[in-house]
């Protein structure tokens, strides 16, 4: 296979956040970044809107995504207090802030506020790494790298409470598949003697790199409306390959 051209940063914080299907009292964490958080992070660097629909499908469509696990330390479950507004007063709300609007405006806000638990991983680090798979993407690898070193919004790692760590560190790689260009990239630049090297989850999009090896997967993290929260199934590739046969 000829080398294609991947970017690859990585993403380094002391709390992370990788949202899972949502539950009312108890928010957990993934082991692995959503696609959509991905996406959604690429999307605020680059500046674009929630509202902007065609900016996300094009972010969705146009790129393929592969994510290497280097680091993931244990849960920390911390608790919020929430407001309750009665299903009378916000009948299927878009979102948490038009249902609490409606309530206050209706004077239906609940006195009662709910306890709900949020767990957090702990020393997160990932390698993301971006191709660019449709003939003419609406931003090129060079444009993307560029907004990730400068950001239009601020970036965090799942949650506003979750700051990254460390600069992204976004670097454009020709490679041959995104094993390879993980492990150019890990070669690059300074890495945690810690940090593992081996563990991988792909678009389904890459496996015509890696179709003998792994376990398919679907998650439901796949952003069909950014600004009201509607998500699809996509299929991964989930490895464990040894760092000798990586490199």
């Given at each position: ?15 992370g956040?990788?949202?899972t299907?949502a539950g009312?009292e108890?928010?957990?964490s ?5 696609r959509?958080?991905?996406t959604?992070?690429?999307g605020a ?15 969705e469509?146009d ?5 290497s696990r280097?680091?993931l330390?244990p849960i920390?479950?911390?608790?919020h207090?929430?407001q ?7 009948k299927?709300?878009s979102s ?5 609007a409606?309530?206050?405006a ?5 006195t009662?506020?709910?306890i709900t638990h ?5 020393e997160?680090m990932?390698?993301?790494a971006?191709?660019?798979?449709a003939?003419?993407p609406?931003w090129?690898?060079d ?9 239009h919004f ?5 949650r ?8 992204l560190?976004?670097r454009?790689?020709?490679?041959d ?8 990239y890990?070669r690059?630049i300074p890495?945690?003697?810690s940090?593992?090297?081996?563990e991988?989850?792909l678009?389904?999009r ?11 997967i ?8 950014r600004?009201r929260w509607t998500?699809?199934d ?8 040894s760092p000798?046969d990586?490199s």
């Open positions: 296979m000829s080398a294609r051209s991947y970017l690859v940063y990585r993403l380094t914080a002391a709390l956040s990788m949202g299907l009312n108890r928010r957990g993934d082991d692995w970044p959503a959509s958080a991905v959604g992070m690429l660097a680059l500046g674009v809107h929630r509202t902007d629909r065609s900016g996300f499908a094009s972010l469509s790129y393929a995504i592969g994510l280097l680091q330390g920390l479950t911390d608790f207090t929430a309750t507004v009665p299903t009378s007063a916000a299927r709300p948490r802030s038009d249902a609490l409606l309530g206050k209706k004077g239906s806000l609940g009662v506020t709910v949020r767990e957090y991983h702990q997160c990932f390698d993301v971006v191709l660019a798979i003939e003419e609406q090129s690898l444009v993307i790298r560029d907004a990730l070193l400068r950001p601020t970036l965090y790692f799942g506003k409470a979750c700051p990254l760590d460390l600069p560190g976004p454009i790689l020709d490679a598949d995104s094993i390879k260009a993980f492990d150019f890990r690059s890495t945690p003697s940090a593992t090297s081996g991988f989850l678009d389904a890459l496996v015509d790199e890696n179709c003998d090896q792994g376990q398919a679907v998650r439901r993290d796949g952003v069909v409306d600004e998500f699809a996509r299929e991964y590739l989930l490895l464990n390959v000798e990586v």
